[in-house]
């Protein structure tokens, strides 16, 4: 098992890739700390980890990253229980107002950046003291495809990303001396309850239902089909793992081939 007796601390649990990241890591032998805002997110979480036969430690941190005070407290609670931290997974997002830039409201724009730079700058930032005082550790940032495709109507979003993207690469330039690695995976389309929610919302106005729509965007994904979210969470675990010790800075691009970059 990739994470066996690891200790994982995964940021915005939730329908989708965040349960699905919690998930993997305890299939793969993490002693797992989980966080969202919600505790019932939490509990729907740890449900899933037990309804799969698994009996991993769990520990369930109600946290909301923008925050200092909690994502502190998010730390100091998994030192109390673990008394270590070796990979951090930062998935905890805001998305931002759905709007063409020309109209944009950019208080919108602030409140993705609050939580999708600062808050995961804050939870990681307060990992590193544990992750340097044990020789080491790793960051998994949880980054977006539309940094590097645009996407109409999701400027905010993809400007709060490509700050983080840019902060990622000088953490790991910094903290790669004290054996921290920090690596990003940009998910693309992920087949789960948010896309599928999204895609049926586009159905609504498409000549052949949810189904063309589907078939609207994977005609432009080499591989012909939406990832599951699941499948995408491996490649977040991958590089959360010893498996990935070779690795810093890395930005895996997680989208079927839709986008490659060359």
Same mark, same amino acid.
């Given at each position: 098992?990739?994470?066996?007796?690891?200790?994982?601390?995964?940021?915005?649990?939730?329908?989708?890739?965040?349960?699905? %990241?919690?998930?993997? =890591?305890?299939?793969?032998?993490? &002693?797992?700390?989980?966080?969202?805002?919600?505790?019932?997110?939490?509990?729907? $979480?740890?449900?899933?980890?037990? *309804?799969?036969?698994?009996?991993?430690?769990?520990?369930?941190?109600?946290? !909301?990253?923008?925050?200092?005070?909690?994502?502190?407290?998010? #730390?100091?609670?998994?030192?109390?229980?673990?008394?270590? #931290?070796?990979?951090?997974?930062?998935?905890?997002? +805001?998305?931002?107002?759905?709007?063409?830039?020309?109209?944009? +409201?950019?208080?919108?724009?602030?409140?993705? /950046?609050? #939580? +999708? %730079?600062?808050?995961?700058?804050?939870?990681?930032? @307060?990992? #590193?003291?544990?992750? &340097? =005082?044990?020789?080491?550790?790793?960051?998994?940032?949880?980054?977006?495809?539309?940094?590097? &495709?645009?996407?109409?109507?999701?400027?905010?979003?993809?400007? $709060?990303? *490509?700050? /983080?993207?840019? @902060?990622?690469?000088?953490? =790991?330039?910094?903290?790669?001396?004290?054996?921290?690695?920090? +690596?990003?995976?940009?998910?693309?389309?992920?087949?789960?309850?948010?896309?599928?929610?999204?895609?049926?919302?586009?159905?609504?106005?498409?000549? !052949?239902?949810?189904?063309?729509?589907?078939?609207?965007?994977?005609?432009?994904? =080499?591989?012909?089909?939406?990832?599951?979210?699941?499948?995408? *969470?491996?490649?977040?675990?991958? %590089?959360?793992?010893?498996?990935?010790?070779?690795?810093?800075?890395?930005?895996?691009?997680?989208?079927?081939?839709?986008?490659?970059?060359?």
């Amino acid at each position: 098992m990739l994470l066996a007796d690891k200790v994982v601390i995964v940021s915005g649990i939730g329908p989708g890739l965040g349960s699905e %990241l919690a998930l993997e =890591a305890a299939r793969q032998g993490a &002693k797992l700390v989980i966080a969202a805002r919600t505790p019932e997110k939490l509990d729907g $979480s740890e449900q899933e980890i037990r *309804a799969a036969g698994l009996d991993n430690p769990v520990l369930k941190v109600p946290t !909301d990253i923008s925050k200092p005070e909690q994502c502190q407290a998010l #730390v100091d609670a998994t030192l109390a229980e673990f008394g270590r #931290v070796d990979a951090l997974i930062n998935s905890a997002y +805001n998305p931002g107002s759905f709007e063409p830039i020309e109209s944009a +409201n950019l208080d919108g724009w602030r409140d993705a /950046l609050d #939580v +999708n %730079l600062f808050g995961t700058m804050q939870l990681t930032l @307060a990992t #590193v003291p544990t992750m &340097k =005082a044990q020789g080491g550790g790793a960051i998994v940032m949880i980054n977006t495809m539309v940094t590097r &495709k645009p996407l109409a109507t999701q400027g905010g979003y993809a400007a $709060s990303k *490509a700050a /983080l993207a840019s @902060a990622t690469s000088h953490l =790991a330039t910094e903290l790669g001396q004290y054996g921290i690695r920090v +690596n990003s995976a940009f998910m693309g389309w992920m087949w789960g309850p948010p896309v599928e929610f999204y895609i049926n919302m586009l159905g609504e106005g498409h000549p !052949d239902g949810a189904d063309g729509a589907r078939a609207d965007v994977e005609k432009h994904i =080499a591989l012909g089909s939406i990832p599951e979210d699941g499948d995408c *969470a491996k490649v977040a675990i991958f %590089l959360a793992s010893d498996y990935s010790c070779a690795m810093t800075g890395a930005q895996l691009d997680v989208n079927g081939g839709e986008y490659m970059p060359h």
